[in-house]
C-alpha cells in the first residue's frame, strides 16, 4: 500500500510539474509554419484542450490496469484496440463499458514512437549499467571496510577514510567529465604515469622490506608482515604524489622546467576507451549488432565512485560496532581461527545497514544515471529522461520516471524481506 502511495504521488507531482513549465507541445509537434486550425486539432487529439484536472483523470485512466472506456470514437477514452493491450469486462451503463489491460504510457510526441516500445529498449541498458556499477562498488567497498576495521587506527585506516571522503564529495557529472578526459582522451592510445610517485612508492617498499625484521620484533611476530610492507608502498606513493603535484605548480610558476623529473613520465599501453558509447554498437560495414563491454568500463567506474565510498564507510563502521559485542569476544577467547571470526560472526551480522546502503544506491543509480548516460552518450532510460525534458515530451518523460519509482518501490519491498532472512528478530517485531 505504502508502494502504491508513492507511485501515486509520482505521477501526480510529475504530471503537473510537466504542465505548469511553459511551452505547448502541439505548437512544437506542428512547426513553426503550422496555422491556427491544426495547432487546434492537434490538441483536440492530444486532450490538451481539456481542463487539467480532466486530463490528469485521463491519465490515471490510461495508467491503471482497470479503466473506463467508451465505444463513442469522438471520446477522449474510445476503447482502441490498436491502442491498449487487454480485454474489455463488460458495459456499466450506456456506451460506457469497463476494461482490464496493461497500463498505456501513451506515445511519445516526436517520434510517435510508443513510449512501452521506448522503455523497453533503452531499460537493459541503464540496468546493466547501474548492476555493473553497484557490483563494483559493492565487491571493492566491502573488502576495503572489512580490511579498515581490521587495522583500526593504520595508516591504511585512514587512507580508506580519505578516499571514501573525496568520493562522496564529487558530484557524478563532475567526475563523469574528468573520467571521460583522461580515460577515453588523454590516455586513449597511451598512458602516462609520472614517475615520482613510482620512485617513491619502489622507495617505500625497499624501506618495509628492510625495517620488516625490526617491525615483527616489535610486534612480538616472526612472520613476515605484508601488511607492514603494503603501507610503507603505500605511504611512500602518497609522498611522491604530493611531491609531484607540488613540483608541476613551482613549474607553473617558473615556466620552464626547473624540477625536470616532475615532467617525466612511463608510457605503457592505453586504454583504448571511448568517451561515448553503448552496450551495443552497429558495424559500419555490415550494419549487423555486436556487444562492445569495453564501453561499459568508464560509466560503470564513474557511476560507482560515490556508493563505493559510502558502502566502504558503513562496513567499516558496522564491523567495528559487531567485533566490540561480547559474543565476538567470546568466539576469539574459544580460540576460533580469526577467518571464522571475521566472516562467519561478524560480517553475516554487520551486512544489514550495507545491505540497505546497496538497495537504496542501485535504486538511486536507476534514477541518477542521467548525466552520466548524457555525457558518456550512454543508450539507456536517464539519456532518453534527459532528451525527452529538453524536447518537452511529456510521455517518455513521466513513463520513464514512473518506471524507475516502481523499481525502487519494488527493491525496498525486497530489501524488507531480505532483512528478516538475515535476521530473525525483524521477524518478530
Known amino acids: 500500500m505504502y508502494g502504491f502511495l508513492v507511485l501515486f504521488g509520482v505521477i501526480t507531482v510529475i504530471f503537473f510539474l510537466f504542465h505548469t513549465k511553459p511551452g505547448d507541445p502541439a505548437r512544437m509537434l506542428g512547426g513553426q509554419n503550422v496555422n491556427e486550425e491544426i495547432i487546434n486539432s492537434i490538441r483536440r487529439d492530444l486532450g490538451l484542450d481539456l481542463p487539467l484536472y480532466k486530463q490528469y483523470l485521463l491519465y490515471l485512466n490510461d495508467l491503471s490496469p482497470i479503466s473506463l472506456h467508451s465505444d463513442n470514437p469522438d471520446s477522449h477514452i474510445h476503447w482502441d484496440e490498436e491502442k491498449y493491450s487487454g480485454s474489455r469486462l463488460f458495459s456499466v451503463g450506456g456506451d460506457r463499458l469497463l476494461s482490464i489491460k496493461l497500463p498505456h504510457f501513451r506515445r511519445s510526441y516526436r517520434s510517435k514512437q510508443k513510449v512501452a516500445d521506448i522503455i523497453m529498449e533503452s531499460l537493459p541498458g541503464t540496468i546493466v549499467l547501474a548492476l555493473s556499477a553497484m557490483v563494483f ?60 610517485p613510482m620512485y617513491f612508492m619502489l622507495l617505500g617498499l625497499l624501506v618495509g622490506a628492510a625495517f620488516n625484521r625490526y617491525h615483527t620484533k616489535n610486534k612480538i611476530s616472526r612472520k613476515f608482515s605484508y601488511q607492514f610492507l603494503f603501507e610503507s608502498g603505500l605511504k611512500g606513493f602518497g609522498v611522491g604524489v604530493l611531491g609531484w603535484a607540488l613540483g608541476l605548480g613551482i613549474n607553473g610558476i617558473m615556466g620552464y622546467e626547473f624540477l625536470p623529473l616532475i615532467d617525466a613520465y612511463f608510457p605503457l599501453p592505453g586504454t583504448e576507451l571511448e568517451t561515448t558509447g553503448s552496450l551495443y554498437e552497429v558495424d559500419n560495414l555490415t550494419g549487423e549488432e555486436y556487444l562492445k563491454l569495453s564501453n561499459l568500463i568508464l560509466p560503470a567506474f564513474t557511476l560507482g565512485i560515490r556508493p563505493l565510498a559510502i558502502v566502504l564507510q558503513l562496513t567499516r563502521s558496522s564491523m567495528l560496532d559487531v567485533m566490540s559485542q561480547d559474543y565476538i569476544r567470546t568466539a576469539t577467547a574459544k580460540g576460533l ?65 514512473l518506471i524507475i519509482a516502481t523499481m525502487f518501490v519494488v527493491i525496498n519491498i525486497l530489501v524488507d524481506i531480505i532483512y528478516g532472512i538475515l535476521d530473525p528478530r525483524i521477524r518478530i517485531r
Not at 172 to 184: K, L, Q, V
Open 337 to 401: 581461527s580469526k577467518y571464522t571470526v571475521v566472516v562467519k560472526h561478524s560480517l553475516k551480522n554487520a551486512l544489514n545497514p550495507v545491505i540497505t546502503a546497496i538497495s537504496g544506491w542501485f535504486a538511486s543509480l536507476l534514477a541518477g544515471a542521467v548525466f552520466v548516460e548524457n555525457i558518456f552518450n550512454w543508450n539507456g532510460i536517464g539519456k532518453k529522461v534527459f532528451d525527452s525534458v529538453v524536447n518537452d515530451d511529456f510521455p517518455v518523460v513521466v513513463g520513464s520516471v
Open 137 to 196: 562498488a559493492t565487491m571493492i567497498g566491502i573488502f576495503l571496510g572489512i580490511f579498515s576495521a581490521l587495522n583500526k587506527g593504520s595508516f591504511f585506516d585512514s587512507f580508506a577514510l580519505v578516499v571514501a571522503v573525496l568520493g562522496m564529495s564529487g558530484p557524478s557529472h563532475f567526475m563523469a567529465i574528468i573520467i571521460a578526459w583522461i580515460g577515453g582522451f588523454l590516455w586513449y592510445e597511451t598512458t602516462w604515469l609520472p614517475q615520482l
